[in-house]
């Protein structure tokens, strides 16, 4: 199992920019794809970027293609997902998960970071 930690959050104005990290330890995060996802108050937990283990493919949520971007580094085992353009709706609490090559789930998620927009 991989233990993940989060990173990077806080109060920042519309228009800002983030960069959110991701600390991997217990194991490599090679062979995981690695998910953001994010969770509002009041709402469910959803989809924020994916990128895949081997050949960096990355997947975004609608509502922040253009102005989010994942990236990983396997040599610090590390993700992140640098936020720009950051609006009110991007407040919420982000979660970094790890999904195993041979899963459909995540399978270890990290305890969040809170990022708050203010406008």
């Known amino acids: 199992q991989v233990q993940l930690v989060e990173s990077g959050g806080g109060l920042v104005q519309a228009g800002g920019s983030l960069r959110l990290s991701c600390a991997a330890s217990?194991?490599?995060?090679?062979?995981?794809?690695m998910g953001w996802f994010r969770q509002a108050p009041g709402k469910e937990r959803e989809f924020v970027a994916r990128?895949?283990?081997?050949?960096?493919?990355?997947y975004y949520a609608d509502s922040v293609k253009g102005r989010f971007t994942i990236s990983r580094d396997n040599t610090k085992n590390t993700v992140y997902l640098q936020m720009n353009d950051l609006k009110g709706e991007d407040t919420a609490i982000y979660y970094c998960?790890?999904?195993?090559?041979?899963?459909?789930?995540?399978?270890?998620w990290g305890q969040g970071t809170q990022v708050t927009v203010s406008s």
């Open positions: 217990g194991r490599t995060l090679n062979g995981y794809d």
């Open positions: 990128i895949t283990w081997s050949a960096g493919f990355t």
């Open positions: 998960a790890a999904r195993p090559r041979s899963s459909s789930l995540y399978t270890s």
